[in-house]
Structures are given as structure tokens and as C-alpha cells.
């Protein structure tokens, strides 16, 4: 029996790929990858509706060094995309080898993506991933070079697919033939690739030395944050499920400030703050706060040390606009 590994995002190709081998005998299992900026939801899901085992790759480490220092630039945002897709077929290459799995498959088209999936592209990606020959792109197969498990016979060729370019005809009529129901759109699900989160990305990386660690990367995704003058970096609560989450914060050490005499957010400090980023802080709470017409609110500053109190005006709203990330 061959057995073969797929890249599963969990986008309609990645299916369709997994599909087409497993027609032909082909014993399938999924791999998909998770990092701060991707999860691996869709490739779960894809997962349970054609029932493939998932295997799941912490790819966080090798996506923070790519961003650090990505060897062929960003795309639009902050997405080193070619970097990261190689680096990706890599880790599969060595999860294929290690698991003794005959090749590894994704549903790549050839020419969907004018840049990324032209022919140069693929071969280069199989190159370059030391997996030429191994690495298999079923749903274009039969416009590409054989690969050896199709050269000695194992995988029928003549039954992969001829499909090139964006029209998406083909594949739907391959979703009638294997009758799926649930499948997302091709559109990303990447944070690299959205403006607003890679600006509070790049501050981080930009004040951080070397690779920022996952967990700080993780609490980017809190919408409210804020660079302080003297250089402190606070995250505001929007919400009352943000501020729960905010507060949990202080077991992992971050120090934590909240209203005393009216309600108002919580926010937490990440990385080192000076007195005064603490002052503005508490300053900047206060005027979210529901204040009506005090002008003297008490913030309590809490760290896992112990708590104080200090009393402070509201700073004015378009005085700390300019802070926001
Ligand atoms: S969109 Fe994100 S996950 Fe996809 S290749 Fe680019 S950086 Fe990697």
C-alpha cells in the first residue's frame, strides 16, 4: 500500500488533492501547520468531512525567524510567502521521511497564482525543498514533470489531474464527483497578510532584539494597543471579555492597571515601563472610563508583587491618539 502526506489547509484544492490519490488507493494523511499568525480550524474541519488523520506542526518558530529576517522579502504586508511555503514543503519533507510516507502532495494549481504558482515557481519550491521528484501537485500533475513515485509506476498519472490556471470549473466539478458539502473559501486567514495586525507586529519586532517570543506575539491580536512616549507598551481592554483576559495576565507576570472609582477598562504592560509610561497609562484607562464629570480617578496598579494606588486625570483623547498601533 503507498502512503502519501498532504498539505491540508483546509481550502477546497487541499481537499480536492488528498481526493484524487485516494481514488486511485492511495492511503492519504494530512499535515497542516499552526503559528500565532494561522490556525489549524479549517484543516480540522477538512479533515473530519473527508476522514484523513491531521497531523499538526508547530511552525511558530521557523514563521518568527522568516519574519525577523525573510531571505526573499514580504509580500503586501508582513508575508514572506515564498520563504514560508518553502520552509513549510520543507518540514513536510522531513515529517514524510520520518514517517516512512512515499511523497508529499499539495493542492497547488499551476498558474492560479500569476507569481507563486507559475511553473518556474513550482520547480524552484521542489527544489529548493530538496523534495524534487518527491514533492506530487495532483490537480496539475499531468502538466508537470513526473514525479518518481508516477515514474516507477505507483501512482497512476493518467488519473491525476490537467487543471492550470483560475478558473474554478474544474474543481467544482470534482466536488460533485467526490460529493463535498463543507469546504471555505481560497481567500487567506493569514495575519501577515492584514495591514492593522502587522502594524502592531512591526513595533514589536522593531523594539524587540532577536525573535520576539510567541507568547507577545499572541496578545498582538488584542485590538487596542498603544506605544507610549517614554517607550512602555500597554494593550486596553475594548471589552468585558477582553479585560477577564487581561487581568489573567498578571499570573504570567505583566503588570495590570484598573479603575478604582468608576468603571473602566483594564490594561495590561507589556515588556519593560517606566513610572511615567505607568502615570500615562492609568491616564489613558481613566478617560475611557466612565467618568462623567470627575477629573480625579483612582487607577490601581497591580503586579504579582503587590498593588498601589494613584490618582490621575483623564489624558484627552486626540493627546494619545498618536500612541495607538
Ligand atoms: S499567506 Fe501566510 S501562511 Fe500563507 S504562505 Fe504567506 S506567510 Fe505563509
Known sequence: MVRGISLLSGGLDSMLAICLLREQGIEMEGVVFKSPFFGTKSAEKAAAQLNVKLHVIDFSDDILALVRKPPHGFGGAMNPCIDCHAAMIRRAGEFMRAGGYAFVATGE???????????????????????????LRPLSAQLL???????????????????SGRNRQPQMELVKRYGLTDYPSPAGGCLL?????????????DHTDGIPPVADV????????????????????????????????????????????????????LGEITETDLQTAAAIIA?????????????RIVTPQGSREITVKPLQRCDYQPWML
Open 193 to 205: 497578510t492584514e495591514k492593522g495586525f502587522c502594524r502592531k507586529l512591526k513595533d514589536l519586532f
Open 218 to 269: 499572541e496578545l498582538l491580536k488584542f485590538s487596542r494597543q498603544f506605544r507610549l512616549p517614554a517607550g512602555g507598551r500597554i494593550i486596553v481592554g475594548r471589552n468585558r471579555m477582553d479585560n477577564v483576559a487581561l487581568k489573567a495576565l498578571l499570573k504570567e507576570g505583566r503588570t495590570i492597571l484598573h479603575t478604582v472609582n468608576i468603571p473602566g477598562p483594564t490594561a495590561a504592560v
Open 287 to 299: 478617560d475611557y472610563g466612565d467618568k462623567g464629570s470627575l477629573t480625579a480617578i483612582v487607577v
Open 109 to 135: 494549481v499551476l498558474n492560479q497564482r500569476p507569481m507563486s504558482q507559475n511553473r518556474r515557481s513550482l520547480e524552484t519550491v521542489a527544489e529548493t525543498s530538496g523534495l524534487k521528484g518527491l514533492l
Open 145 to 163: 514533470d513526473p514525479t518518481t513515485p508516477e515514474l516507477d509506476g505507483r501512482i497512476d498519472r493518467a488519473r491525476l489531474g490537467a487543471i
